[in-house]
């Protein structure tokens, strides 16, 4: 395991937090959704209570190397003070010679959140030199503080290259989704499951390959169910298939059988001739889908076969969606699996969710308090999944 903030005296330090901050702005410049920004704050506040002075950083969206108002933090500084109750100090740039100077006079117990480290070109390329311009802001007895699961899976300077320069440790965020992740990869209690949806199974194939030794049942839903179901002849209409992939879909449920492990595909379905709002919908009570419709989602009798296995289920692990949720016509069977799981949590299931359209899902339904954990990261989430280490967790401290 990694240390955390608990592990290390933090006492009046200054402090260095790398944050997930990469939130949804509207068109007023207000914060759409505060969701991450809540998430840090059990860390913040800790650092609070310890006297700390903190120093936030963060990205926001996918500026080319170059400041770009858009993606400016400010709305973000402006909630999280709302959220904090306290001051935050919203600096001009990044490791400017005014940011230096705030940096330098913060004082314990202040805030100061960093303009979008994005905006500089050395950030994704995981620079030493810039790395260390950061990591001179809390100076030679600072301490890092890694909270941002949304960006560990990538190396880049502020996540990575920065702790080459400061003792880094995990915040509580972190080491929440550590733990759970590492529980029900290491040691999960069977029944086991995985319920694996969304678009495309090119995106899924290293964490179906790496669960195939670890859990007893896979109930794939979504646009992906389409591939493995053409893969066994059974006739799909319109649906989105990734023809490469078809060999692919035949030699993962060859594997799967193999090792003994229930792969569940739909067995009926919702179907439409247009995926919009309005287009009428049609069951199909049968696992073949006719000629000139599309798959947008399961139907009932796949929805009954699999209810037994998730209510039985003492792990569960959920990553995409089983339809076109976003669309009401097309939720019934996104609803229905986050109801399940949602009971199966009540019943003992340790219950985890990662990846944004299941998350964005579990908030269209109001079900956001029937999980034990909802990951906060969805490429996170995924590599992990896939049995990678990943850059941003490997450079903290061990305990």
Same mark, same amino acid.
């Given at each position: 395991m990694?240390?955390?903030?608990?592990?290390?005296?933090?006492?009046?330090?200054?402090?260095?937090?790398?944050v997930?901050?990469?939130?949804?702005?509207?068109?007023?410049?207000?914060?759409?959704?505060? #969701?991450?920004?809540?998430?840090?704050l059990? #860390?913040? *506040?800790?650092?609070?209570?310890?006297?700390?002075?903190?120093?936030?950083?963060?990205? &926001?969206?996918r500026?080319?190397?170059?400041?770009?108002?858009k993606?400016? &933090?400010?709305?973000?500084?402006?909630?999280?003070?709302?959220?904090?109750?306290?001051?935050?100090?919203?600096a001009?740039?990044?490791?400017?010679?005014?940011t230096?100077?705030?940096?330098?006079?913060?004082?314990?117990?202040?805030v100061?959140?960093?303009?979008n480290v994005?905006?500089?070109?050395?950030?994704?390329?995981?620079?030493?030199?810039? !790395?260390?311009?950061?990591?001179?802001?809390?100076?030679?007895?600072? /301490?890092?503080?890694?909270?941002?699961?949304?960006?560990?899976?990538?190396?880049?300077?502020?996540?990575?290259?920065?702790?080459?320069?400061?003792?880094?440790?995990?915040?509580f965020?972190?080491?929440?989704?550590?733990?759970?992740?590492?529980?029900?990869?290491?040691?999960?209690?069977?029944?086991?499951?995985?319920?694996l949806?969304?678009?495309?199974?090119?995106?899924?194939?290293?964490?179906?390959?790496?669960?195939?030794?670890?859990?007893?049942?896979?109930?794939?839903?979504g646009?992906m !169910?389409?591939?493995?179901?053409?893969?066994?002849?059974?006739?799909?209409?319109?649906?989105?298939?990734?023809?490469?992939?078809?060999?692919l879909?035949?030699?993962?449920?060859?594997?799967?059988?193999?090792?003994? /492990? *229930?792969?569940?595909?739909?067995?009926d379905?919702?179907?439409?001739?247009?995926?919009?709002? #309005?287009?009428?919908?049609?069951?199909?009570?049968?696992?073949?889908?006719?000629?000139?419709?599309?798959?947008v989602?399961?139907?009932? *009798?796949?929805?009954?076969?699999?209810? *037994?296995?998730?209510?039985s289920?003492k792990?569960? /692990?959920?990553n995409?969606?089983m339809?076109?949720?976003?669309?009401?016509?097309?939720?019934?069977?996104t609803k229905?699996?986050?109801?399940?799981?949602?009971?199966?949590?009540?019943?003992?299931?340790?219950?985890?969710?990662?990846?944004?359209?299941?998350?964005?899902?579990?908030?269209?339904?109001?079900?956001?308090?029937?999980?034990?954990?909802?990951?906060?990261?969805?490429?996170?989430? &995924?590599?992990?999944?896939?049995?990678?280490?990943?850059?941003?967790?490997e450079?903290?401290?061990?305990?």
């Amino acid at each position: 395991m990694k240390k955390s903030i608990k592990d290390i005296d933090l006492k009046n330090k200054k402090v260095l937090v790398r944050v997930d901050y990469n939130v949804p702005i509207n068109d007023k410049g207000e914060v759409d959704d505060d #969701t991450r920004i809540k998430e840090s704050l059990s #860390t913040l *506040n800790y650092l609070l209570e310890q006297n700390c002075a903190i120093i936030l950083m963060s990205h &926001l969206g996918r500026p080319k190397g170059k400041p770009e108002e858009k993606y400016s &933090l400010k709305p973000v500084a402006k909630r999280l003070e709302e959220l904090l109750k306290r001051k935050v100090i919203m600096a001009k740039g990044i490791i400017d010679e005014e940011t230096k100077k705030l940096a330098k006079e913060l004082k314990n117990g202040e805030v100061l959140l960093l303009e979008n480290v994005r905006f500089d070109p050395r950030e994704e390329k995981n620079d030493d030199q810039f !790395a260390k311009e950061l990591a001179s802001l809390v100076g030679d007895n600072g /301490v890092f503080v890694q909270d941002a699961f949304g960006s560990v899976h990538r190396a880049h300077a502020s996540t990575h290259a920065v702790a080459k320069f400061l003792p880094a440790v995990c915040g509580f965020l972190l080491q929440k989704e550590i733990t759970y992740f590492d529980k029900i990869l290491t040691s999960p209690e069977k029944p086991f499951i995985a319920i694996l949806g969304g678009a495309k199974v090119s995106d899924k194939i290293g964490v179906i390959e790496n669960l195939l030794d670890k859990v007893n049942a896979i109930i794939i839903g979504g646009a992906m !169910a389409y591939t493995f179901l053409l893969s066994r002849g059974i006739s799909v209409g319109n649906s989105l298939v990734e023809q490469d992939k078809l060999d692919l879909a035949k030699e993962l449920l060859k594997k799967a059988e193999q090792k003994n /492990v *229930n792969i569940l595909l739909p067995i009926d379905h919702i179907v439409t001739q247009k995926i919009e709002p #309005t287009a009428e919908t049609k069951y199909v009570d049968s696992v073949d889908i006719p000629n000139g419709y599309i798959g947008v989602d399961i139907g009932k *009798n796949t929805i009954t076969r699999i209810s *037994n296995i998730i209510l039985s289920a003492k792990t569960i /692990v959920w990553n995409g969606p089983m339809g076109v949720f976003e669309i009401d016509n097309f939720a019934e069977g996104t609803k229905q699996v986050a109801i399940l799981i949602t009971q199966a949590t009540k019943k003992g299931a340790t219950t985890v969710v990662g990846g944004g359209d299941s998350v964005s899902a579990i908030k269209k339904f109001k079900l956001e308090g029937g999980f034990s954990h909802i990951s906060t990261g969805g490429g996170a989430s &995924l590599e992990l999944l896939e049995g990678k280490k990943l850059p941003g967790i490997e450079v903290l401290m061990d305990k």
